[in-house]
């Protein structure tokens, strides 16, 4: 029940539910169309997604242009409809966007005991040819990349400009599917379980590292070069598929599954608030190259509040170059937590009344990774409880590679910020998709 109108109340205690409603009114986030959350836009200074035009998604539709879909088609077909006026994507239940299994999308003649064959580390080796060549080559290759070509398609959705996607009822989500949130405006994505896709051809590259490495494409969600997207109350997760289920090829863990959400080249305003990101890899990528100045310096604006970080390797996010305010979230790491902010280039990212759960041996100097000497702030953090200097941690561990102090900016657009101390709490209890309603 802690939808954005009521969750204060876990905060102040004392101020009722009802108060809240009559005061998120009065300031304009729900607006004229009462409790609909279908309806809802993105309140006022609510992080860098309420930044200029702010986001209202479809919350405007008219009744013609509000669709309830239950089948991954008719969610293309709904997605597919003409003109930019708002529209409305109810989704109810699961929405199965990879067919029943990867045999779907092979094309004629791709064999992958012949490819595993072919590209054989004995038969094929680690090095690039002498031209500097593609890893690998010929005719599986080519089939397997053909075969690529075919799931990309079923299973990409692009997002119209002015529009509000939500998960209608408990357990409304998406398996499989990659929703493109690309070169447009405005957009509200929430209340649903998305469950990565698994890529089912992974390519192999042999000089990924120095024993190859298998590398997949597709994230549950890209925002690229898109502006106002506000990502509220969702459940990213790997579902029945984490990676301890994924097979060996080449002595390699056959990787079928890429980021849970990137934000990438020239996106900005964007707001992640309440949502779960659990059980994965590398989870969550703000800017996807150093190289990207052109498309990225000045942007990648992205605001994270009250999510909860639940059992992940690394990237929670990952940031290059962006002014990225992250505060109030919760992170809960498991056995195999590597970190969870990674400083990259050009990043100014600003940390603060976060909390971190982290398993006995782990050490507080883990929360920060340092890719680039970007300058941060971490301030008002706590680890297990405890009021945690997250960069004197990490410099304590790493003095000939510190980290220095000092984003360089400031947030003003945010709403309610709660006590670290609490975080945890009323994170566990308010974040995700099924907590919506
Ligand atoms: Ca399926
Ligand atoms: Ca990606």
């Given at each position: 029940?802690?939808?954005?109108?009521c969750?204060a109340?876990?905060?102040?205690?004392?101020?009722?539910?009802?108060?809240?409603?009559?005061?998120?009114?009065?300031?304009?986030?729900a607006?004229?169309?009462g409790?609909?959350?279908?309806?809802?836009?993105?309140?006022?200074?609510?992080?860098?997604?309420?930044?200029?035009t702010?986001?209202?998604?479809?919350?405007?539709?008219?009744?013609?242009?509000?669709?309830?879909?239950?089948?991954?088609?008719?969610?293309?077909?709904?997605?597919?409809?003409?003109?930019?006026?708002?529209?409305?994507?109810?989704?109810?239940?699961?929405?199965?966007?990879?067919?029943?299994?990867c045999?779907?999308?092979?094309?004629?003649?791709?064999?992958?005991?012949?490819?595993?064959?072919?590209?054989?580390?004995?038969?094929?080796g680690?090095?690039?040819?002498?031209?500097?060549?593609?890893?690998?080559?010929?005719?599986?290759?080519?089939?397997?990349?053909?075969?690529?070509?075919?799931?990309?398609?079923?299973?990409?959705?692009?997002v119209?400009?002015?529009?509000?996607i939500?998960?209608?009822?408990?357990?409304?989500?998406?398996?499989?599917?990659?929703?493109?949130?690309?070169?447009v405006?405005?957009?509200?994505?929430?209340g649903?379980?998305?469950?990565?896709?698994l890529?089912?051809?992974?390519?192999?590259?042999p000089?990924?590292?120095?024993?190859?490495?298998?590398?997949?494409?597709?994230?549950?969600?890209?925002?690229?070069?898109?502006?106002h997207?506000?990502?509220?109350?969702?459940?990213?997760?790997?579902?029945d598929?984490?990676?301890?289920?994924?097979?060996?090829?080449?002595?390699?863990?056959?990787?079928?599954?890429?980021?849970e959400?990137?934000v990438?080249r020239?996106?900005?305003?964007?707001?992640?608030?309440?949502?779960?990101?659990?059980?994965?890899?590398?989870?969550?990528?703000?800017?996807?190259?150093?190289?990207?100045?052109?498309?990225?310096?000045?942007?990648?604006?992205?605001?994270?509040?009250?999510?909860?970080?639940r059992?992940?390797?690394?990237?929670?996010?990952?940031?290059?170059?962006?002014?990225?305010?992250?505060?109030?979230?919760?992170?809960?790491a498991?056995?195999?937590?590597?970190?969870?902010?990674?400083?990259?280039?050009?990043?100014?990212?600003?940390?603060?009344?976060?909390?971190?759960?982290?398993?006995?041996?782990?050490?507080?100097?883990?929360?920060?990774?340092?890719?680039?000497?970007?300058?941060?702030?971490?301030?008002?953090n706590?680890?297990?409880?405890?009021?945690?200097?997250?960069?004197?941690?990490?410099?304590?561990?790493?003095p000939?590679?510190p980290?220095?102090?000092?984003?360089?900016?400031?947030?003003?657009?945010?709403?309610?910020?709660?006590?670290?101390?609490?975080?945890?709490?009323?994170?566990?209890?308010?974040?995700?998709?099924?907590?919506?309603?």
């Amino acid at each position: 029940m802690n939808t954005p109108r009521c969750h204060a109340r876990v905060i102040a205690g004392l101020v009722g539910c009802t108060a809240l409603v009559l005061a998120v009114t009065t300031t304009g986030a729900a607006q004229a169309h009462g409790r609909d959350a279908a309806r809802q836009t993105l309140a006022s200074r609510d992080g860098w997604a309420s930044a200029t035009t702010g986001t209202t998604g479809g919350a405007a539709a008219t009744h013609d242009r509000v669709y309830t879909v239950t089948t991954w088609a008719e969610f293309k077909a709904a997605l597919a409809v003409s003109g930019t006026a708002p529209r409305i994507i109810k989704v109810e239940g699961t929405l199965d966007a990879d067919g029943a299994d990867c045999s779907e999308f092979a094309v004629p003649g791709y064999d992958f005991d012949q490819y595993l064959a072919d590209y054989d580390p004995a038969v094929w080796g680690y090095e690039e040819d002498l031209e500097g060549e593609k890893a690998t080559a010929g005719t599986q290759e080519y089939l397997r990349n053909q075969s690529a070509a075919a799931q990309a398609k079923a299973i990409k959705a692009a997002v119209p400009a002015n529009t509000t996607i939500i998960g209608a009822g408990r357990g409304a989500g998406i398996v499989g599917g990659s929703l493109q949130i690309n070169g447009v405006d405005n957009v509200i994505v929430r209340g649903l379980t998305l469950e990565s896709p698994l890529d089912c051809f992974p390519q192999w590259d042999p000089t990924d590292g120095d024993t190859g490495n298998w590398n997949s494409e597709y994230d549950a969600a890209v925002v690229y070069n898109a502006t106002h997207v506000w990502l509220d109350h969702n459940t990213f997760t790997d579902g029945d598929h984490p990676d301890s289920t994924l097979p060996s090829y080449y002595g390699r863990v056959f990787q079928q599954h890429d980021g849970e959400l990137d934000v990438v080249r020239g996106a900005d305003y964007v707001t992640a608030s309440w949502n779960v990101f659990e059980d994965h890899d590398k989870t969550f990528m703000i800017g996807n190259s150093d190289s990207a100045g052109a498309t990225d310096e000045g942007k990648l604006r992205v605001t994270l509040h009250h999510n909860l970080f639940r059992n992940l390797v690394e990237r929670a996010p990952r940031v290059r170059f962006g002014q990225v305010d992250a505060y109030n979230n919760s992170y809960v790491a498991g056995a195999d937590h590597s970190y969870s902010f990674g400083i990259g280039f050009k990043s100014q990212l600003f940390a603060e009344k976060n909390s971190f759960t982290l398993p006995k041996g782990v050490g507080a100097s883990t929360v920060l990774h340092r890719w680039n000497d970007s300058p941060l702030t971490a301030q008002g953090n706590v680890v297990n409880g405890r009021q945690t200097d997250l960069i004197g941690a990490y410099n304590a561990a790493n003095p000939t590679t510190p980290l220095a102090s000092g984003a360089g900016w400031k947030p003003v657009l945010r709403t309610q910020v709660d006590p670290a101390k609490a975080v945890s709490r009323v994170v566990g209890r308010g974040a995700g998709a099924d907590r919506l309603r």
